[in-house]
């Protein structure tokens, strides 16, 4: 079945400790979306990428950082975790033109 | 400023009671109003998209509607497993990314 994937599901990372969250998709979606959603709060934009055009929102902290290599995957880039970033980060994906998002199961990141 | 409000935040229901949740937006130049349900630990899963007022989707026990204002997801004689995070996002102009609700946390107590 085609789907978004995130991993892991699960991150565990200390204070100031780097941390990657990957994201694939095999639904051949040129735009990808990374989402912040902390408990009972609506999903936050973070980025996105038309393509290979990158998309920052202007209110997405510096430590926040994105790669996409390639259509099928994406990366969430956290260079300095804070205890503040502790959430769930959804990757969605969609078709340029097309309204409609898909979204993966997330990733839990704790910081410790 | 577009913005999305969803109320209630939280509804608890009992089995076979049936009820609404509501979607109100201010934006300009709607392209969409969509519906997704969340349960806890994962991401939101798609329901429905709505493009014009008096537009009406069903699926199962789900019907949501539109108007110029709001969105109504109407749920007829809920199941437990339908307790869920409900979320509205709404699309403006252009290609910009969805805007979401805080969405409205449905209990179904059997």
């Known amino acids: 079945d085609a789907m978004v994937i995130q991993n892991p599901r699960y991150q565990v990372t200390q204070f100031g400790k780097p941390v990657t969250l990957s994201c694939s998709q095999t639904?051949?979606?040129?735009?990808m979306y990374w989402y912040q959603q902390k408990s009972s709060q609506a999903p936050k934009l973070l980025f996105h990428y038309y393509d290979k055009d990158f998309n920052n929102e202007a209110d997405t902290p510096d430590n926040f950082q994105s790669r996409r290599p390639n259509t099928s995957f994406c990366f969430l880039d956290i260079r300095s975790p804070g205890l503040g970033d502790a959430a769930m980060y959804l990757c969605a994906t969609s078709l340029i033109g097309s309204r409609e998002q898909f979204f993966g199961p997330g990733t839990r990141l704790t910081v410790l | 400023e577009d913005q999305v409000t969803q109320s209630p935040e939280a509804l608890r229901l009992q089995e076979g009671e049936s009820s609404s949740l509501n979607c109100s937006y201010t934006?300009?130049?709607?392209?969409?109003l969509f519906w997704y349900r969340q349960d806890p630990g994962k991401g939101p899963e798609f329901l429905f998209t709505l493009y014009s007022a008096g537009e009406e989707k069903e699926k199962e026990r789900l019907k949501a509607t539109l108007t110029k204002k709001e969105s109504f997801l109407h749920i007829t004689a809920p199941k437990p497993e339908d307790s869920a995070t409900y979320l509205c996002?709404?699309?403006?102009?252009?290609?910009?990314?969805?805007?979401f609700g805080k969405g409205t946390r449905l209990s179904v107590i059997a």
């Open positions: 996002a709404v699309r403006v102009l252009g290609n910009t990314p969805l805007v």
């Open positions: 639904l051949n979606h040129n735009v």
């Open positions: 934006v300009s130049g709607l392209r969409g």
